[in-house]
Protein backbone atom coordinates (compact mmCIF):
# COMPACT_ATOMS: atom_id res chain seq x y z
CA UNK A 1 0.00 0.00 0.00
CA UNK A 2 1.76 2.98 -0.93
CA UNK A 3 1.48 6.34 0.90
CA UNK A 4 2.29 9.60 0.09
CA UNK A 5 2.57 12.47 3.00
CA UNK A 6 2.92 15.53 2.22
CA UNK A 7 3.54 18.11 5.11
CA UNK A 8 6.18 17.10 8.07
CA UNK A 9 5.57 19.85 10.70
CA UNK A 10 5.12 19.14 14.46
CA UNK A 11 1.95 17.04 14.21
CA UNK A 12 2.67 15.12 10.45
CA UNK A 13 6.18 14.03 11.03
CA UNK A 14 5.45 11.54 14.09
CA UNK A 15 1.91 10.93 12.27
CA UNK A 16 3.98 9.98 9.14
CA UNK A 17 6.48 7.88 11.08
CA UNK A 18 3.55 5.25 11.74
CA UNK A 19 3.33 4.66 8.03
CA UNK A 20 7.02 3.46 7.25
CA UNK A 21 6.97 -0.38 8.29
CA UNK A 22 4.71 -3.14 5.91
CA UNK A 23 2.38 -3.02 4.83
CA UNK A 24 3.27 0.23 3.48
CA UNK A 25 5.44 2.40 1.49
CA UNK A 26 5.99 5.72 2.36
CA UNK A 27 7.25 8.86 0.27
CA UNK A 28 7.09 11.78 2.18
CA UNK A 29 7.67 15.62 1.19
CA UNK A 30 7.86 18.41 2.63
CA UNK A 31 8.11 22.34 1.66
CA UNK A 32 11.41 22.96 3.35
CA UNK A 33 13.48 19.60 1.64
CA UNK A 34 15.90 19.23 4.46
CA UNK A 35 13.16 18.21 7.03
CA UNK A 36 11.59 15.58 4.29
CA UNK A 37 15.74 14.13 4.22
CA UNK A 38 16.41 14.06 7.75
CA UNK A 39 12.85 12.35 7.98
CA UNK A 40 13.45 9.88 5.27
CA UNK A 41 17.40 9.09 6.71
CA UNK A 42 16.13 8.36 9.92
CA UNK A 43 13.26 6.23 8.85
CA UNK A 44 14.67 4.66 5.84
CA UNK A 45 12.15 5.64 3.65
CA UNK A 46 11.94 8.16 0.09
CA UNK A 47 11.89 11.68 0.09
CA UNK A 48 10.59 13.60 -3.22
CA UNK A 49 12.45 15.66 -4.64
CA UNK A 50 9.09 17.24 -5.54
CA UNK A 51 5.56 17.01 -4.60
CA UNK A 52 4.37 15.14 -8.10
CA UNK A 53 6.92 13.30 -8.03
CA UNK A 54 5.64 12.28 -4.17
CA UNK A 55 2.22 11.46 -4.75
CA UNK A 56 2.59 9.72 -8.96
CA UNK A 57 1.99 6.36 -7.64
CA UNK A 58 0.66 6.96 -4.26
CA UNK A 59 -2.72 4.48 -3.60
CA UNK A 60 -3.20 7.38 -0.27
CA UNK A 61 -2.00 11.00 -0.59
CA UNK A 62 -2.00 12.71 3.16
CA UNK A 63 -1.58 16.31 3.36
CA UNK A 64 -1.13 17.63 6.84
CA UNK A 65 -0.69 21.90 6.39
CA UNK A 66 -1.08 24.82 8.03
CA UNK A 67 -4.51 25.68 6.87
CA UNK A 68 -6.77 24.61 4.04
CA UNK A 69 -5.33 27.69 1.42
CA UNK A 70 -2.21 25.82 1.68
CA UNK A 71 -4.01 22.32 0.59
CA UNK A 72 -5.30 24.15 -2.28
CA UNK A 73 -2.24 26.01 -3.55
CA UNK A 74 -0.25 22.53 -3.23
CA UNK A 75 -3.54 20.55 -4.78
CA UNK A 76 -2.76 23.07 -8.15
CA UNK A 77 0.94 21.55 -8.12
CA UNK A 78 -0.18 17.53 -7.71
CA UNK A 79 -3.47 16.98 -9.23
CA UNK A 80 -2.41 16.02 -12.49
CA UNK A 81 0.10 13.93 -11.04
CA UNK A 82 -2.55 12.01 -8.72
CA UNK A 83 -3.85 8.40 -10.06
CA UNK A 84 -7.03 7.94 -10.69
CA UNK A 85 -8.88 5.73 -7.99
CA UNK A 86 -6.48 6.77 -5.55
CA UNK A 87 -7.37 9.10 -2.34
CA UNK A 88 -6.67 12.36 -0.96
CA UNK A 89 -6.81 12.26 3.06
CA UNK A 90 -6.93 15.69 4.76
CA UNK A 91 -5.51 15.45 7.54
CA UNK A 92 -5.33 19.75 8.23
CA UNK A 93 -7.43 21.97 10.52
CA UNK A 94 -9.11 23.12 7.45
CA UNK A 95 -12.26 25.13 6.36
CA UNK A 96 -15.63 23.07 5.18
CA UNK A 97 -15.66 25.14 2.07
CA UNK A 98 -12.75 24.50 1.23
CA UNK A 99 -12.97 20.77 1.51
CA UNK A 100 -15.71 20.35 -0.41
CA UNK A 101 -14.24 22.36 -3.36
CA UNK A 102 -11.47 20.14 -3.07
CA UNK A 103 -13.12 17.17 -2.99
CA UNK A 104 -15.38 18.00 -6.22
CA UNK A 105 -11.51 18.76 -7.94
CA UNK A 106 -11.11 15.41 -7.18
CA UNK A 107 -14.26 13.76 -8.23
CA UNK A 108 -13.74 15.08 -11.88
CA UNK A 109 -10.78 13.34 -12.18
CA UNK A 110 -11.79 9.83 -10.05
CA UNK A 111 -9.83 10.44 -6.86
CA UNK A 112 -11.87 10.12 -3.56
CA UNK A 113 -11.59 12.69 -0.70
CA UNK A 114 -11.65 12.98 3.29
CA UNK A 115 -11.08 15.64 5.51
CA UNK A 116 -9.62 13.77 8.59
CA UNK A 117 -8.58 16.49 10.90
CA UNK A 118 -7.05 15.45 14.13
CA UNK A 119 -6.61 16.27 17.93
CA UNK A 120 -4.44 15.31 20.95
CA UNK A 121 -1.62 17.16 19.87
CA UNK A 122 1.97 16.40 19.46
CA UNK A 123 1.97 13.75 22.26
CA UNK A 124 -1.23 11.77 20.79
CA UNK A 125 0.61 11.81 17.12
CA UNK A 126 3.78 10.48 18.34
CA UNK A 127 1.70 7.67 20.28
CA UNK A 128 -0.30 7.09 17.56
CA UNK A 129 -3.67 7.78 19.76
CA UNK A 130 -5.03 10.54 18.26
CA UNK A 131 -8.22 11.69 17.56
CA UNK A 132 -9.51 11.65 13.38
CA UNK A 133 -12.75 13.68 12.80
CA UNK A 134 -13.56 12.30 9.17
CA UNK A 135 -15.99 14.07 6.85
CA UNK A 136 -16.46 12.14 3.40
CA UNK A 137 -18.49 9.58 1.96
CA UNK A 138 -19.14 6.37 4.32
CA UNK A 139 -17.21 4.04 1.78
CA UNK A 140 -14.37 6.46 1.50
CA UNK A 141 -14.16 6.95 5.38
CA UNK A 142 -14.15 2.78 5.52
CA UNK A 143 -11.32 2.48 3.06
CA UNK A 144 -8.93 4.97 4.73
CA UNK A 145 -9.17 3.17 8.12
CA UNK A 146 -6.00 0.99 7.65
CA UNK A 147 -4.37 3.85 7.06
CA UNK A 148 -6.03 6.23 9.95
CA UNK A 149 -5.47 3.73 12.31
CA UNK A 150 -1.91 3.70 12.34
CA UNK A 151 -1.85 7.34 14.25
CA UNK A 152 -5.61 7.53 15.47
CA UNK A 153 -7.25 5.74 18.69
CA UNK A 154 -10.25 6.83 18.20
CA UNK A 155 -11.65 7.66 14.44
CA UNK A 156 -14.91 8.90 14.10
CA UNK A 157 -17.18 9.70 10.68
CA UNK A 158 -18.73 12.93 11.58
CA UNK A 159 -20.70 13.26 8.46
CA UNK A 160 -20.12 14.12 4.88
CA UNK A 161 -17.28 16.19 3.14
CA UNK A 162 -16.85 19.23 5.64
CA UNK A 163 -18.18 17.65 8.58
CA UNK A 164 -14.20 16.78 10.25
CA UNK A 165 -13.41 20.15 9.81
CA UNK A 166 -16.45 21.66 11.12
CA UNK A 167 -16.35 19.04 14.63
CA UNK A 168 -12.45 20.03 14.57
CA UNK A 169 -13.09 23.93 14.43
CA UNK A 170 -15.85 23.87 17.34
CA UNK A 171 -13.50 21.54 18.93
CA UNK A 172 -10.85 24.08 19.13
CA UNK A 173 -13.66 27.17 19.95
CA UNK A 174 -13.72 25.34 23.28
CA UNK A 175 -10.32 24.79 23.58
CA UNK A 176 -10.14 28.87 23.14
CA UNK A 177 -12.95 29.47 25.70
CA UNK A 178 -11.57 26.87 28.50
CA UNK A 179 -7.60 28.86 28.00
CA UNK A 180 -9.50 32.12 28.12
CA UNK A 181 -11.58 31.07 31.05
CA UNK A 182 -9.13 29.25 33.14
CA UNK A 183 -6.62 32.35 32.77
CA UNK A 184 -9.67 35.37 33.87
CA UNK A 185 -10.52 32.48 36.76
CA UNK A 186 -7.08 32.27 38.08
CA UNK A 187 -5.66 36.01 37.58
CA UNK A 188 -9.38 36.56 39.56
CA UNK A 189 -7.78 34.91 42.40
CA UNK A 190 -4.40 35.95 42.47
CA UNK A 191 -5.80 39.35 42.63
CA UNK A 192 -6.96 38.37 46.28
CA UNK A 193 -4.30 36.49 47.43
CA UNK A 194 -5.31 32.82 46.16
CA UNK A 195 -2.26 30.92 45.29
CA UNK A 196 -2.64 29.66 41.45
CA UNK A 197 -1.64 26.30 42.69
CA UNK A 198 -4.45 25.77 44.92
CA UNK A 199 -6.96 26.85 43.16
CA UNK A 200 -5.93 25.10 40.59
CA UNK A 201 -6.10 21.93 43.02
CA UNK A 202 -9.78 22.56 44.47
CA UNK A 203 -10.95 23.52 40.32
CA UNK A 204 -9.76 20.38 39.05
CA UNK A 205 -11.62 18.43 41.45
CA UNK A 206 -14.54 20.32 41.43
CA UNK A 207 -16.99 21.04 38.17
CA UNK A 208 -14.89 23.91 36.79
CA UNK A 209 -12.25 21.55 35.68
CA UNK A 210 -10.82 21.08 32.09
CA UNK A 211 -8.11 19.38 30.04
CA UNK A 212 -6.92 23.00 30.33
CA UNK A 213 -7.08 23.38 33.74
CA UNK A 214 -6.01 19.79 34.35
CA UNK A 215 -3.12 19.67 31.84
CA UNK A 216 -2.28 22.68 30.63
CA UNK A 217 -2.21 25.00 33.03
CA UNK A 218 0.18 22.99 35.83
CA UNK A 219 2.88 22.60 33.25
CA UNK A 220 2.68 25.73 30.77
CA UNK A 221 1.28 28.79 33.16
CA UNK A 222 2.57 27.42 36.73
CA UNK A 223 5.92 25.91 35.34
CA UNK A 224 6.30 28.78 32.78
CA UNK A 225 7.16 26.50 30.11
CA UNK A 226 5.42 26.94 26.75
CA UNK A 227 6.85 23.92 24.31
CA UNK A 228 5.69 25.45 20.72
CA UNK A 229 3.56 22.50 20.44
CA UNK A 230 0.81 24.00 18.91
CA UNK A 231 1.12 27.43 17.81
CA UNK A 232 -1.41 30.46 18.88
CA UNK A 233 -1.46 31.34 15.25
CA UNK A 234 -2.97 27.91 14.44
CA UNK A 235 -5.81 28.26 17.16
CA UNK A 236 -6.14 31.53 15.83
CA UNK A 237 -6.74 30.37 12.77
CA UNK A 238 -9.18 27.54 14.19
CA UNK A 239 -11.31 29.60 16.02
CA UNK A 240 -11.43 32.41 13.36
CA UNK A 241 -13.16 28.77 11.48
CA UNK A 242 -15.48 28.28 13.82
CA UNK A 243 -16.64 31.63 13.66
CA UNK A 244 -17.12 31.59 10.17
CA UNK A 245 -19.21 28.44 10.13
CA UNK A 246 -21.68 30.49 13.49
CA UNK A 247 -21.88 33.61 11.11
CA UNK A 248 -22.77 31.73 8.11
CA UNK A 249 -25.73 30.06 9.36
CA UNK A 250 -26.95 33.22 11.19
CA UNK A 251 -26.40 32.11 14.62
CA UNK A 252 -25.84 33.70 17.76
CA UNK A 253 -22.84 32.79 19.33
CA UNK A 254 -21.30 35.25 21.51
CA UNK A 255 -18.75 33.00 23.53
CA UNK A 256 -17.32 31.64 19.82
CA UNK A 257 -17.09 35.14 18.56
CA UNK A 258 -15.62 36.65 21.85
CA UNK A 259 -12.97 34.07 21.72
CA UNK A 260 -12.05 34.84 18.04
CA UNK A 261 -11.86 38.08 19.30
CA UNK A 262 -9.69 37.54 22.13
CA UNK A 263 -7.32 35.15 20.25
CA UNK A 264 -6.73 37.15 17.47
CA UNK A 265 -5.69 39.68 19.78
CA UNK A 266 -3.39 37.79 21.89
CA UNK A 267 -2.08 36.70 18.18
CA UNK A 268 -1.38 40.36 17.83
CA UNK A 269 0.50 40.34 20.83
CA UNK A 270 2.34 37.83 20.62
CA UNK A 271 3.28 37.05 17.52
CA UNK A 272 3.47 34.24 14.98
CA UNK A 273 5.91 31.61 17.27
CA UNK A 274 3.97 32.04 20.59
CA UNK A 275 2.32 28.57 22.37
CA UNK A 276 -1.23 29.12 22.46
CA UNK A 277 -1.33 28.68 26.02
CA UNK A 278 0.59 32.03 25.92
CA UNK A 279 -2.57 33.83 25.42
CA UNK A 280 -2.28 33.49 29.49
CA UNK A 281 0.09 36.30 29.30
CA UNK A 282 -1.91 38.80 27.59
CA UNK A 283 -4.70 37.79 30.10
CA UNK A 284 -2.12 38.41 33.09
CA UNK A 285 -0.79 41.70 31.35
CA UNK A 286 -4.01 43.41 31.04
CA UNK A 287 -5.11 42.19 35.25
CA UNK A 288 -1.59 43.20 36.05
CA UNK A 289 -0.44 40.55 37.99
CA UNK A 290 1.05 37.01 37.46
CA UNK A 291 -0.61 33.51 37.38
CA UNK A 292 1.83 31.18 39.38
Known amino acids: MKVAFLGLGAIGAPMASHLTTDPFTLTVWNRTREKAVAFAGEHKVVAAESAPEAVTDADFVITCLPSSREVSQLLSEIEESIPSGAMLIDCTSGDPATSRDIAARLEKRDVAFIDAPVSGGVKGAVAGTL ?71 VINGSSGRS ?11 LGRKYPRTFKLALLDKDVGIAKQIVDGENLESPFIELASRLFSEAHGE ?23
Open 131 to 201: TVMCGGKKQNVQRAIPVLQTFGKKIVRCGDVGAGDAVKAMNQALLAIHIWSAGEALAALAKLGVESSVALD
Open 270 to 292: LGDEADHVEAVRVIEKRAEVRIS
Open 211 to 221: NSSENLFPERV
